[in-house]
């Protein structure tokens, strides 16, 4: 009797068996987004709950592959769930430093230079006698005329003034305590005075003191922009780049060149191979008895690994170094080197010992890139192997121009959607620029930066660094054309987190199968693009220290900037509504076709047809150490408006019309509104009560006390 036929997914999954591993790394990941998701602390329970599909998963594997399979995913969720919760555990708690000037004493963990003055990373720091040493970092930022460089390993004290990381610039932006929560840094700030050296030679991270030598000896050569590049690509710190040159990198496409990646751990590694196997070759008696290739190879890999602490070990470095010493083995092993399995066994690594980095864009880029040229890779294989006769002349450096092509044409369409998501442009021409500056940086500024350091020891770097800085002003020529092109890099409003959640899942699903089901991934890809669409943003933004607001109101941005308001905020805004700029609101006048209505007391916002939405209260700044007299919300306006906004504390009540003043500021930070739908969300109630989130503040005649034994 013959058996009934198969469902279609069930064949389809079968065909792609030899496929299904490649899901871990988004099974462990997708745990860890749903841990990162909720608004409360979970239980620890939870995280071995999460673990109960893995027993079934085994029992089911030699009985019914599919279903263990799908248990298998199941509990590579639960273990990116648990993960993330055990390393939200482990990690020490946040700082809270007084808000005054403070006498700072510390190791220096790391040096970074700026284009003025110099910024130290502090370790082990106290700003009390009967303070033990704090276990996260703090970095401040010394004066421009301070003349002292201390180096990574002195203890030093430092008059300085702290803050602790700044919350969410708006509901749902980037959250900057998350990342230092988890960075294990505890804030930052500037020094008032000089630095004081107490003791030199102490305990450094490794590597720490050679990072802060060659930056400095390699800025020394090269003064300027090439000088701040050039320290980049040999020590991983962007620091000393100038803005300037950083914009016109950013809106050309050229940007990853700064961040040590892939390319750079690919030409260290190449170039160490070949110059090991090319050495070897000169000694017959060992190249004939023990062979070329594996100490070459184990030789790669060790300069690899070298060039990753000396970087700083960063997020990308270690999925690059893992893919190199996955592709090392393979080669040594006969196998084939370049295939997805290896790019999702250092996704599993990476989350494995970071997961919050799934939410940063530096993971997102590098790996949605990779994935995008590996599964390009496979496409193209059998096609270049169809015809593997003999080659004409001119091939080869055609075949060369077309790959460097190919490959920025794939990179940069994987890296749209995070990049998108996270800095709201899109740059056009990077496929242009990158044909130009990837295979200068390949050919000469690398290779003369290897050379710079191998001859460092010797004091002899001065004229490979001057190599290196010829290839590099010739990348910075072709930032600054690129970026001044007409639409080099243009401001769109970015898609929220779940379109790019769609968008990625999207993306695996065309990346990782083999069999045409795979196209089902474009909809969804694109579909995630165009979810903000489907969620507008918010047409009314408040800063959370109440000195900056934001009407948006027929595609135009107006602000309300009162003392102290910060540029950074409202360039972060702007990314939110995809706009180039924003005007000031009117002392009195209409703006955006009379949909905003200001006078010197208030601005009103209206619908289409005219009916008041939002009013935005406009006191008079306070003089300093002036008191305002208590303020009260207009009665004409109580109820009338759905929604009031004002910079001072608002007394009294005004029912039928919801009110964000200064106080709801202090106690939930940034609010975001809706007005059209009477909708307001503020960044508490967007981020909950989370380790990294400080507790919502406390009238200062409230005590705080126990609860008593009934309770």
Do not use: K
Request: proline share 10%; charged share 15%.
């Amino acid at each position: 009797m013959l058996a009934p036929p198969q469902p279609w997914v069930v064949r389809m999954l079968e065909a792609e068996r030899r496929r299904l591993a490649l899901w871990l790394p988004v099974a462990l990941a997708c745990g860890i987004l749903l841990y990162f998701a909720l608004w409360n602390e979970p239980h620890p329970a939870w995280a071995l709950a999460g673990l109960l599909p893995l027993p079934v998963a085994v029992w089911l594997a030699r009985r019914a592959v599919l279903a263990g399979w799908a248990m298998g995913l199941a509990a590579a969720a639960g273990l990116g769930f648990a993960l993330a919760l055990l390393h939200a555990a482990l990690v020490p708690p946040m700082l809270d430093p007084p808000r005054t000037a403070l006498i700072v004493t510390g190791t220096v963990a790391e040096t970074d230079l700026l284009p003025e003055g110099a910024r130290l990373t502090l370790a082990g720091i106290r700003w009390a006698e009967d303070m033990p040493p704090a276990r996260r970092t703090i970095r401040v930022r010394l004066r421009a005329d301070d003349a002292a460089r201390p180096q990574p390993g002195d203890m030093v004290r430092i008059r300085a003034l702290l803050r602790p990381p700044p919350p969410p610039t708006h509901p749902g932006g980037w959250d900057f305590q998350r990342a230092a929560y988890f960075a294990g840094q505890g804030g930052s700030g500037f020094a008032l005075g000089p630095v004081e050296i107490l003791a030199q030679g102490g305990r450094a991270p490794p590597l720490s003191g050679w990072r802060a030598t060659i930056e400095a000896r390699v800025t020394a050569a090269l003064p300027g922009a090439p000088g701040g590049i050039a320290a980049a690509l040999l020590t991983g710190g962007q620091s000393a780049v100038p803005s300037t040159d950083l914009a016109a990198m950013r809106d050309s496409g050229l940007v990853h060149l700064l961040s040590v990646s892939g390319l750079h751990i690919g030409l260290v590694m190449g170039m160490a191979f070949f110059v090991v196997r090319g050495g070897l070759a000169l000694w017959p008696g060992f190249a004939l008895r023990f062979g070329t290739r594996a100490p070459a190879a184990l030789a790669a890999l060790a300069a690899g690994g070298f060039y990753m602490v000396l970087t700083g070990s960063q997020v990308p470095m270690q999925r690059s170094f893992a893919m190199a010493a996955l592709v090392t083995v393979a080669l040594l092993a006969g196998r084939r080197a370049f295939s997805p399995r290896v790019l999702a066994f250092a996704a599993v690594v990476v989350l494995a010992l970071h997961p919050a980095v799934v939410l940063g864009p530096s993971f997102q880029m590098s790996f949605f890139a990779v994935m995008a040229l590996v599964a390009g890779w496979e496409v193209a294989r059998p096609w270049l192997r169809r015809d593997a006769g003999p080659r004409r002349w001119w091939w080869w450096p055609l075949a060369a121009l077309a790959g460097t092509a190919l490959t920025s044409v794939l990179a940069g369409l994987a890296t749209t959607p995070p990049g998108l998501h996270h800095f709201g442009r899109v740059q056009l021409y990077g496929v242009a620029a990158n044909a130009l500056a990837v295979p200068l940086t390949s050919v000469l500024v690398m290779p003369a930066g290897m050379l710079a350091l191998l001859l460092m020891p010797l004091g002899l770097e001065q004229w490979p660094l001057w190599i290196m800085g010829w290839g590099v002003r010739g990348i910075l020529a072709v930032a600054h054309a690129v970026a001044s092109w007409p639409g080099a890099a243009l401001s769109l409003a970015p898609p929220p987190a779940w379109g790019l959640l769609v968008t990625a899942l999207g993306m695996c699903w065309l990346c990782l199968w083999r069999t045409r089901w795979r196209l089902w991934g474009l909809p969804a890809a694109l579909g995630g693009m165009l979810a903000g669409a489907v969620a507008p943003p918010p047409d009314a933004l408040v800063a959370g220290d109440g000195r900056l607001f934001a009407l948006r109101a027929t595609g135009e941005v107006f602000v309300e900037r009162r003392p102290g308001a910060s540029r950074f905020v409202q360039e972060s805004w702007l990314r939110v509504w995809g706009a180039s700029g924003a005007t000031p609101l009117p002392a009195q006048g209409e703006v955006a076709g009379g949909r905003i209505t200001c006078a010197p007391d208030a601005c009103t916002m209206r619908d289409e047809a005219g009916t008041p939405r939002l009013v935005l209260l406009r006191p008079p700044i306070p003089r300093r150490n002036e008191r305002l007299p208590p303020q009260y919300a207009p009665r004409e306006v109580c109820g009338t408006v759905p929604l009031i906004l004002s910079p001072e504390p608002l007394r009294g009540r005004c029912p039928g019309t919801l009110v964000v003043d200064r106080f709801s500021l202090w106690r939930n930070g940034a609010h975001a509104a809706w007005s059209m739908e009477g909708r307001v969300l503020s960044d508490r109630d967007w981020r909950g009560d989370r380790p990294w989130v400080p507790p919502e503040p406390r009238p200062r005649g409230e005590e705080v006390l126990p609860p008593a034994m009934t309770e």
